[in-house]
């Protein structure tokens, strides 16, 4: 089975460290760049997304299965933000008839 | 070996970008699944077949098409898209990359792997991380049943409709 | 029963009295809550005799363990009770003086609303001064102190709507404070040199002291004493504290309470005999109050008063028999102090109640046919403290004066002075009560044989009481003092060398003035028909004497005038110019800085983002380049 733990490291790490930084950052512009709350959300997922691909290279890297244990914890998590998150879409669809993120502004101190 | 990495490197940022630039909400859903399939390609590439499987059928498979679904509940296209105005948008991408330069400086030395365990091909399969799961991490695995509840009471709240004058 | 619960259900049975009548205060109808207390304290008498009876002296003392109080490092308190001579004494005064005064008060606390917590009140200090007397370490003894000055204060203000006994109460409260702090650090000073507090293993460890630690020590326990048995200069506040209702005044102010600093003294007796010097503090304290507080009694009008006064003298002669190292002396006279001020205090009681509230003996006289019992105790009384043999007060006093005249005749001429003042002033309070005519209005009328049955039971036992400590030129054996040996080793070491043909002699003499001191005042008193001037009308002597000397002037212009200037240039310079600023300060700066950060909030979600994502950076440059 050697082979296959060669053949995986021959892709060095820097490199999924990179790979998952410009993911991240481009959920990040996104999340900044869109008024649709929903294209929002979804920029929150690609950010989740990046970060677990850089948990699985490390755990791979480092052969340990705690990382991704700690990835399909994060799933988890994601998928329950991702319900109450559309759940209260929907909410705010009803009551303000609009999924611009700009409409819920009524926190102004 | 490394060309299939940068295959898949290049799909996931090209659809990532569409992600944020596409006008059509359900592009933007589309290229994100094309997105989290190239990063279950990844997975593979890692030989973590289960997170893998997982990618496919929790994120792609249900996570995705609930947006979907809510996207054409709520009946959203071109039409009813907000705007932002366009120095908003310069101001994002220069945050975003402000962001990206800083997260790429704190790495620039490189990335430490001095500690890794001895090497294990079967870390990444299912037997290996059903027995972490398990044994290791057996509580927080229950507990994560409660946090589920509570999203879907949540949920439930938040969709009813609301009484007027409870 | 064994002896630990016996001596655990003493002060046990007034406690569980207190709690009772004060749980049950609303639904007490009636002399029910007067008759409760006064069971419980019956009992608690009953069980004390039965531990006198199963006393052996000569076996020292028993020590009732209870249960560890304080178990702390090298600090080891239990929570026990010291049953022996001294404390046998002391409980057998609280409870059977107890009993009575709580007996009589059914009838004197009869048509107040609040007779209820009266009584709880009155037992709750039954078992505080229990507590006091009982206890086997200075802890448990203090514990007891506290709780009588508590009790005593919210007995002082018991008819609180009257701001004057407010005024009153508090003034007793804080003096006893000011002796208490010296109690404390005496103790404290005590733990410290002998690891204890303990009596027996305190008193085991400090022969080996310093004489300059022991009169520290001894000093610190006598200015507590000093509060306790209002001494000079603390004694103000004993008169102020008549404003309490009358059994009350008997009880704590006459019969036990004020009895504590003796208590205490003897106790320590020990600790006072190594300390000459503080022996000496204590003989001349005790001779200047008791002369200072005679000539005040000689012009006051109020009954209850006078009757203060006359405490505050008697204790007096207490603290010279201690500072005589004359300890059976001492407790011998608060045995006998506690039957006739008790009776004397209950029976102005008696007379005030006759006479429906009228404390001023100018506006009474003629009272002996109208309320016979009272005037028969109330004489018996007089006779007892004035010293006329047999009655108890002749042995008691007695014992005190030849003491002193060990020490030296001038010590002698002086007690002996103050003691014909005690006779002119208690005479002349007797013939301006009960003689002459009448000058009040109302119409006076004998007592319920509630209040009279106390009366008559505590005039036999100051008769009697003298019987108690018989000496040696009477044909007895002073059994008292060979009681109280066993328990305070400060009396065995008693020494009287008096021929018996000089006490014969000084007892005749004293005799004879004495006698000589009541015929005056009945010249003066008996037939009295005018009223005396107020005080202010007086020529300058009598007004110094009437006017307590100005000493509650003297204490205002010397502590609570520089005390008051001093608080309020505090209040005006501290709290005006720097703590209100500051904090008026620190409340306007919240505030301003508030609306500040408020406009940080405007509702708009992509500027939160936004300012998140610069947060992260910064957050990410600072753990880069910021070590």
Same mark, same amino acid.
């Given at each position: 089975?050697?082979?296959?733990?060669?053949?995986?490291?021959?892709?060095?790490?820097?490199?999924?460290?990179?790979?998952?930084?410009?993911?991240?950052?481009?959920?990040?512009?996104?999340?900044?760049?869109?008024?649709?709350?929903?294209?929002?959300?979804?920029?929150?997922?690609?950010?989740?997304?990046?970060?677990?691909?850089?948990?699985?290279?490390?755990?791979?890297?480092?052969?340990?299965?705690?990382?991704?244990?700690?990835?399909?914890?994060?799933?988890?998590?994601?998928?329950?933000?991702?319900?109450?998150?559309?759940?209260?879409?929907?909410?705010?669809?009803?009551?303000?008839?609009?999924?611009?993120?700009?409409?819920?502004?009524?926190?102004?101190? | 070996?490394?060309?299939?990495?940068?295959?898949?490197?290049?799909?996931?940022?090209?659809?990532?970008?569409?992600?944020?630039?596409?006008?059509?909400?359900?592009?933007?859903?589309?290229?994100?699944?094309?997105?989290?399939?190239?990063?279950?390609?990844?997975?593979?590439?890692?030989?973590?077949?289960?997170?893998?499987?997982?990618?496919?059928?929790?994120?792609?498979?249900?996570?995705?098409?609930?947006?979907?679904?809510?996207?054409?509940?709520?009946?959203?296209?071109?039409?009813? $898209?907000?705007?932002?105005?366009?120095?908003?948008?310069?101001?994002?991408?220069?945050?975003?990359?402000?962001?990206?330069?800083?997260?790429?400086?704190?790495?620039?030395?490189?990335? $430490?792997?001095?500690?890794?365990?001895?090497?294990?091909?079967?870390?990444?399969?299912?037997?290996?991380?059903?027995?972490?799961?398990?044994?290791?991490?057996?509580?927080?695995?229950?507990?994560?049943?409660?946090?589920?509840?509570?999203?879907?009471?949540?949920?439930?709240?938040?969709?009813?409709? $609301?009484?007027?004058?409870? | 029963?064994?002896?630990?619960?016996?001596?655990?259900?003493?002060?046990?049975? *007034?406690?569980?009295?207190?709690?009772?009548?004060?749980?049950?205060?609303?639904?007490?109808?009636?002399?029910?809550?007067?008759?409760?207390?006064?069971?419980?304290? !019956?009992?608690?008498?009953?069980?004390?005799?039965?531990?006198?009876?199963?006393?052996?002296?000569?076996?020292?003392?028993?020590?009732?363990?209870?249960?560890?109080?304080?178990?702390?490092?090298?600090?080891?308190?239990?929570?026990?009770?010291?049953?022996?001579?001294?404390?046998?004494?002391?409980?057998?005064?609280?409870?059977?003086?107890?009993?009575?005064?709580?007996?009589?008060?059914?009838?004197?606390?009869?048509?107040?609303?609040?007779?209820?917590?009266?009584?709880?009140?009155?037992?709750?200090?039954?078992?505080?001064?229990?507590?006091?007397?009982?206890?086997?370490?200075?802890?448990?003894?203090?514990?007891?102190?506290?709780?009588?000055?508590?009790?005593?204060?919210?007995?002082?203000?018991?008819?609180?709507?009257?701001?004057?006994?407010?005024?009153?109460?508090?003034?007793?409260?804080?003096?006893?404070?000011?002796?208490?702090?010296?109690?404390?650090?005496?103790?404290?000073?005590?733990?410290?040199?002998?690891?204890?507090?303990?009596?027996?293993?305190?008193?085991?460890?400090?022969?080996?002291?310093?004489?300059?630690?022991?009169?520290?020590?001894?000093?610190?326990?006598?200015?507590?004493?000093?509060?306790?048995?209002?001494?000079?200069?603390?004694?103000?506040?004993?008169?102020?504290?008549?404003? !309490?209702?009358?059994?009350?005044?008997?009880?704590?102010?006459?019969?036990?309470?004020?009895?504590?600093?003796?208590?205490?003294?003897?106790?320590?007796?020990?600790?006072?005999?190594?300390? *000459?010097?503080?022996?000496?503090?204590?003989?001349?304290?005790?001779?200047?109050?008791?002369?200072?507080?005679?000539?005040?009694?000689?012009?006051?009008?109020?009954?209850?008063?006078?009757?203060?006064?006359?405490?505050?003298?008697?204790?007096?002669?207490?603290?010279?028999?201690?500072?005589?190292?004359?300890?059976?002396?001492?407790?011998?006279?608060?045995?006998?102090?506690?039957?006739?001020?008790?009776?004397?205090?209950?029976?102005?009681?008696?007379?005030?109640?006759?006479?429906?509230?009228?404390?001023?003996?100018?506006?009474?006289?003629?009272?002996?046919?109208?309320?016979?019992?009272?005037?028969?105790?109330?004489?018996?009384?007089?006779?007892?403290?004035?010293?006329?043999?047999?009655?108890?007060?002749?042995?008691?006093?007695?014992?005190?004066?030849?003491?002193?005249?060990?020490?030296?005749?001038?010590?002698?001429?002086?007690?002996?002075?103050?003691?014909?003042?005690?006779?002119?002033?208690?005479?002349?309070?007797?013939?301006?009560?009960?003689?002459?005519?009448?000058?009040?209005?109302?119409?006076?009328?004998?007592?319920?044989?509630?209040?009279?049955? *106390?009366?008559?039971?505590?005039?036999?036992?100051?008769?009697?009481?003298?019987?108690?400590?018989?000496?040696?030129?009477?044909?007895?054996?002073?059994?008292?003092?060979?009681?109280?040996?066993?328990?305070?080793?400060?009396?065995?070491?008693?020494?009287?060398?008096?021929?018996?043909?000089?006490?014969?002699?000084?007892? !005749?003499?004293?005799?004879?003035?004495?006698?000589?001191?009541?015929?005056?005042?009945?010249?003066?008193?008996?037939?009295?028909?005018?009223?005396?001037?107020?005080?202010?009308?007086?020529?300058?002597?009598?007004?110094?004497?009437?006017?307590?000397?100005?000493?509650?002037?003297?204490?205002?212009?010397?502590?609570?005038?520089?005390?008051?200037?001093?608080?309020?240039?505090?209040?005006?310079?501290?709290?005006?110019?720097?703590?209100?600023?500051?904090?008026?300060?620190?409340?306007?700066?919240?505030?301003?800085?508030?609306?500040?950060?408020?406009?940080?909030?405007?509702?708009?979600?992509?500027?939160?983002?936004?300012?998140?994502?610069?947060?992260?950076?910064?957050?990410?440059?600072?753990?880069?380049? !910021?070590?």
């Amino acid at each position: 089975m050697e082979p296959v733990v060669t053949a995986i490291r021959q892709v060095p790490l820097e490199h999924y460290v990179a790979l998952s930084f410009i993911l991240f950052s481009i959920g990040l512009t996104g999340a900044l760049f869109r008024r649709n709350t929903i294209i929002i959300l979804m920029c929150l997922e690609l950010m989740f997304n990046s970060v677990n691909l850089l948990l699985t290279a490390f755990s791979a890297h480092h052969s340990d299965p705690g990382g991704q244990v700690f990835v399909f914890f994060t799933m988890l998590v994601a998928a329950a933000e991702v319900t109450v998150g559309l759940a209260i879409l929907v909410m705010m669809k009803r009551n303000v008839d609009s999924v611009d993120i700009n409409q819920l502004n009524r926190l102004k101190g | 070996m490394q060309y299939l990495f940068y295959l898949f490197a290049a799909i996931s940022v090209l659809s990532g970008l569409f992600v944020v630039t596409a006008r059509n909400p359900v592009n933007s859903v589309i290229a994100l699944i094309v997105c989290f399939l190239s990063i279950a390609g990844h997975y593979i590439l890692l030989n973590a077949q289960f997170l893998a499987m997982v990618q496919v059928i929790v994120y792609t498979g249900a996570i995705m098409v609930l947006f979907l679904f809510v996207i054409m509940l709520l009946n959203l296209n071109n039409s009813t $898209e907000p705007q932002k105005t366009l120095l908003t948008r310069i101001a994002a991408v220069v945050a975003g990359g402000v962001f990206l330069l800083t997260l790429l400086a704190a790495t620039r030395q490189g990335v $430490e792997i001095a500690a890794a365990n001895p090497a294990d091909a079967s870390v990444g399969l299912v037997s290996h991380v059903g027995m972490a799961l398990f044994k290791d991490f057996l509580l927080p695995f229950e507990v994560s049943s409660v946090l589920f509840l509570s999203a879907m009471v949540g949920a439930l709240m938040l969709g009813k409709k $609301e009484k007027v004058a409870a | 029963m064994n002896t630990t619960i016996l001596a655990a259900l003493v002060p046990g049975l *007034p406690l569980l009295g207190a709690i009772v009548i004060a749980a049950l205060r609303r639904s007490l109808k009636g002399n029910s809550a007067g008759l409760l207390g006064t069971l419980a304290i !019956g009992s608690a008498f009953a069980l004390s005799v039965m531990l006198f009876l199963g006393h052996d002296p000569a076996a020292g003392p028993y020590t009732a363990h209870l249960f560890n109080w304080i178990d702390i490092g090298g600090m080891h308190i239990p929570f026990a009770f010291q049953v022996d001579a001294l404390s046998l004494t002391m409980m057998l005064i609280v409870t059977g003086v107890g009993t009575l005064i709580h007996l009589y008060s059914i009838g004197y606390m009869h048509d107040d609303a609040r007779v209820s917590t009266f009584f709880a009140l009155l037992n709750l200090f039954t078992f505080a001064m229990l507590l006091l007397v009982m206890g086997a370490n200075y802890a448990i003894t203090f514990i007891g102190w506290e709780g009588v000055g508590l009790c005593s204060y919210l007995l002082i203000g018991f008819w609180y709507t009257n701001p004057a006994y407010n005024y009153a109460a508090r003034k007793a409260f804080v003096m006893n404070r000011i002796g208490d702090l010296g109690f404390v650090l005496g103790l404290a000073w005590l733990f410290n040199v002998t690891g204890s507090l303990t009596f027996t293993e305190v008193f085991d460890r400090v022969a080996g002291l310093g004489p300059d630690v022991l009169t520290g020590i001894t000093l610190l326990l006598f200015v507590g004493a000093i509060g306790k048995s209002a001494q000079l200069p603390l004694f103000t506040w004993l008169p102020d504290a008549m404003a !309490g209702p009358t059994p009350v005044s008997a009880l704590i102010h006459a019969a036990t309470m004020v009895t504590a600093g003796i208590y205490l003294i003897v106790r320590s007796s020990v600790l006072f005999e190594l300390a *000459p010097f503080t022996q000496d503090v204590v003989l001349y304290t005790g001779l200047v109050t008791a002369l200072v507080a005679a000539t005040i009694g000689v012009f006051q009008n109020d009954i209850k008063k006078v009757l203060a006064y006359s405490t505050v003298s008697q204790l007096g002669y207490m603290f010279v028999a201690l500072g005589l190292g004359a300890y059976s002396a001492g407790m011998f006279h608060v045995t006998t102090h506690a039957f006739f001020k008790a009776l004397l205090f209950l029976g102005a009681g008696s007379v005030i109640h006759a006479l429906g509230g009228e404390q001023d003996i100018r506006r009474m006289g003629g009272l002996k046919g109208a309320i016979k019992v009272t005037h028969l105790t109330f004489l018996l009384g007089t006779l007892a403290i004035a010293g006329i043999p047999p009655f108890s007060g002749f042995f008691s006093k007695d014992a005190i004066l030849a003491n002193a005249f060990d020490r030296s005749p001038v010590l002698y001429a002086l007690l002996l002075g103050g003691a014909l003042i005690t006779t002119f002033y208690m005479f002349r309070l007797y013939f301006l009560t009960f003689w002459g005519a009448y000058r009040g209005d109302k119409h006076p009328h004998e007592s319920p044989a509630v209040m009279t049955v *106390p009366l008559l039971v505590l005039a036999v036992l100051s008769v009697v009481g003298g019987l108690l400590n018989l000496p040696h030129v009477f044909g007895g054996h002073e059994p008292m003092k060979h009681f109280l040996a066993h328990a305070a080793d400060g009396i065995g070491a008693e020494r009287l060398h008096l021929e018996a043909s000089t006490e014969w002699m000084l007892m !005749g003499l004293s005799t004879a003035l004495v006698v000589l001191v009541i015929a005056l005042a009945h010249g003066r008193f008996a037939k009295k028909a005018t009223l005396d001037p107020e005080a202010d009308e007086l020529p300058f002597l009598p007004r110094l004497l009437a006017r307590k000397w100005y000493l509650d002037e003297l204490y205002e212009r010397l502590f609570e005038k520089p005390y008051g200037w001093l608080s309020t240039m505090f209040h005006r310079v501290g709290e005006g110019w720097v703590m209100v600023p500051l904090m008026n300060g620190a409340g306007r700066l919240t505030q301003r800085a508030g609306q500040v950060l408020r406009l940080a909030q405007t509702g708009n979600m992509s500027f939160y983002l936004f300012a998140m994502v610069a947060g992260i950076v910064v957050f990410l440059l600072m753990t880069l380049y !910021g070590r």
